[in-house]
């Protein structure tokens, strides 16, 4: 696991945006689309959500399970792989990409956020990385996995974590910053 380089994006004050017209209408009509085909669906039309979902340019294999109240901010940001699952009230914010290997669960409001700012600068610059969840992790409720992050396969976070750093596979943290707490047993 590495963490990826960050992108800075070139702004000249913190008021303008760094997107261009184009993208903010795309990610307008997303936010329409999933607010009135999505958001109040139940549980059971999940392939509904995921047929959406790949129209606006999620990658997806196999059955992924998207929450209805689930929020995907850039949905063609979006990567997540067969039983892979954003909970009730998950936050992925998508605006670099986001990864969910295989059976990875983001349980209820866990928090992936792929955007920061440039403190250094007074125009506070967009900076985005990717974020990586291996195979058969978890994210506990509320936790918060910063930009430029990979948690390893089999990984735990524990509810509430501050993840500032790479999680290793089969890795069990907890906390503010998130550290070590144990290691997880691989399923045989």
Same mark, same amino acid.
């Given at each position: /696991?590495?963490?990826?380089?960050r992108?800075?994006?070139?702004?000249?004050?913190?008021? #303008?945006?760094?997107? &261009?017209?184009?993208?903010?209408?795309? /990610? $307008?009509?997303?936010?329409?689309?999933w607010? #009135? $085909?999505?958001?109040?669906?139940?549980?059971?039309?999940?392939?509904?959500? $995921? !047929?959406? $979902?790949?129209? +606006?340019?999620a990658? *997806?294999?196999? &059955?992924? !399970?998207?929450?209805p109240r689930?929020?995907? @901010?850039?949905?063609?940001?979006?990567? /997540?792989a067969?039983r892979?699952?954003l909970?009730?009230?998950?936050v992925?914010?998508t605006?670099?990409? =986001? @990864?969910?290997?295989?059976g990875?669960? =983001?349980?209820?409001e866990?928090? =992936?956020?792929t955007? &920061?700012?440039? !403190?250094?600068?007074?125009? *506070?610059? *967009?900076?985005?990385?990717?974020i990586?969840?291996?195979?058969?992790? +978890? %994210?506990?409720?509320?936790? !918060?996995i910063l930009?430029? %992050?990979? #948690?390893?396969e089999?990984?735990? %976070?524990g509810?509430?974590?501050v993840? &500032?750093?790479?999680?290793p596979p089969?890795? =069990?943290?907890a906390?503010?910053?998130?550290?070590? /707490?144990?290691i997880?047993?691989?399923?045989?």
């Amino acid at each position: /696991m590495s963490t990826p380089l960050r992108k800075t994006y070139s702004q000249a004050t913190p008021y #303008v945006s760094p997107w &261009t017209l184009g993208q903010r209408v795309k /990610m $307008l009509l997303w936010t329409g689309a999933w607010t #009135v $085909l999505c958001s109040w669906t139940p549980k059971p039309l999940n392939p509904w959500r $995921l !047929f959406v $979902l790949r129209r +606006f340019g999620a990658k *997806l294999s196999g &059955t992924p !399970f998207v929450h209805p109240r689930a929020r995907i @901010q850039i949905p063609w940001n979006l990567t /997540m792989a067969h039983r892979a699952c954003l909970g009730d009230g998950a936050v992925a914010y998508t605006l670099a990409e =986001i @990864q969910l290997g295989e059976g990875a669960t =983001i349980a209820q409001e866990a928090y =992936i956020c792929t955007g &920061t700012h440039d !403190f250094a600068s007074v125009a *506070l610059p *967009l900076q985005t990385a990717p974020i990586r969840v291996g195979a058969y992790a +978890f %994210v506990g409720a509320r936790a !918060f996995i910063l930009p430029g %992050v990979s #948690v390893g396969e089999y990984a735990v %976070v524990g509810a509430c974590s501050v993840v &500032t750093k790479d999680v290793p596979p089969n890795g =069990i943290v907890a906390g503010n910053p998130a550290r070590p /707490m144990g290691i997880r047993p691989t399923p045989r």
